[in-house]
């Protein structure tokens, strides 16, 4: 059984930092590449940062809007993936998924989200 375990959101005045994190289980994380992507109200679930497997390199991406303010990053030994997110602006506030994009089993799996909340 997979299961991806999202923690550390929380609420924080804007300017400051959070870091999320997300325990895996169930997969092969170090061969799976994996995501963080964000839903606010009313819009769009959305990519905000991937990190491709050890195949890949560990190669990371990031959505323009968080480009410079956000940087993804894995641990493939505890099987955990983080978001350190500094600088963070009202805009930013939206529930946040991981995502697990296991290629070698054709499927991909999501978190229960976890809620980012920045007041100005």
């Known amino acids: 059984q997979v299961q991806l375990v999202e923690s550390g959101g929380g609420w924080v005045q804007a300017g400051g930092s959070l870091r999320l994190s997300c325990a895996a289980s169930g997969i092969i994380f170090s061969f799976t590449d994996m995501g963080w992507y964000r839903q606010a109200p009313g819009k769009q679930r959305e990519l905000v940062a991937r990190?491709?497997?050890?195949?890949?390199?560990?190669?990371?991406n990031y959505a323009d809007s968080v480009k410079g303010r956000f940087t993804i990053s894995r641990d493939n030994a505890k099987k955990t993936v983080y978001l350190q997110m500094n600088s963070l602006k009202p805009e930013d506030t939206a529930v946040y998924y991981c995502?697990?994009?296991?290629?070698?089993?054709?499927?991909?799996?999501w978190g229960q989200g976890t809620q980012v909340t920045v007041s100005s």
């Open positions: 990190i491709t497997s050890i195949t890949g390199g560990g190669t990371t």
């Open positions: 995502n697990a994009d296991a290629r070698y089993l054709g499927r991909a799996y």
